[in-house]
């Protein structure tokens, strides 16, 4: 990640606790494309970014806060939900990971991910939608079994803007 976003590690600064924690990125390839999914520590909620060229990492805090929106739009959060973490998200911040657990957890996904498109035999790209829609109804065993949908929502009604 360092790498694509073009920092060192002087440049990194340590994680804030946002709104909702910390979100935590990890770089893979699918379908020999780049990918970044982003993981909500809290509640493992996930937005994943598909086919992503060197434009898309100068950009990448805008562009992981436009997939956060449009995904909590498609799973039916409140408009006026989703302006308000849209705002709260700026600016975006670069730090170090440190939590294995969240870190387990999203090696989970990626591979769910591969397996996923692998399953469908579609262009992943025209699946980003449906692979988000899937990642954030997985159980997960971090959340007790429970879904990252579901724990999103429970934040979300302790959250008030």
């Given amino acids: 990640m360092l790498k694509?976003?073009?920092?060192?590690?002087?440049?990194?600064?340590?994680?804030?606790?946002?709104?909702?924690?910390?979100?935590?990125?990890?770089?893979?390839?699918?379908e020999r494309r780049k990918c970044v999914l982003f993981t909500n520590d809290r509640t493992l909620y996930s937005v994943l970014l598909y086919s992503l060229r060197k434009a898309d990492f100068d950009n990448l805090g805008k562009r992981f806060v436009a997939g956060l929106t449009a995904n909590l739009q498609r799973d039916g959060f409140p408009a006026e939900t989703i302006a308000s973490i849209g705002m709260a998200c700026h600016p975006v911040a670069w730090g170090a990971t440190n939590d294995r657990s969240v870190l387990g957890s999203m090696n989970d996904m990626v591979s769910?991910?591969?397996?996923?498109?692998?399953?469908?035999?579609?262009?992943?790209?025209?699946?980003?939608?449906?692979?988000?829609?899937?990642?954030n109804r997985t159980p997960m065993s971090a959340l007790k079994l429970v879904v990252a949908i579901e724990e999103m929502r429970a934040a979300l009604k302790e959250w008030s803007p």
């Fill in 112 to 135: 769910c991910s591969r397996y996923m498109v692998a399953l469908r035999r579609q262009e992943p790209e025209l699946e980003v939608a449906h692979l988000n829609h899937e990642l």
């Fill in 4 to 30: 694509e976003l073009c920092l060192s590690k002087s440049e990194l600064g340590e994680p804030e606790n946002g709104f909702l924690g910390s979100w935590f990125a990890n770089l893979f390839r699918l």
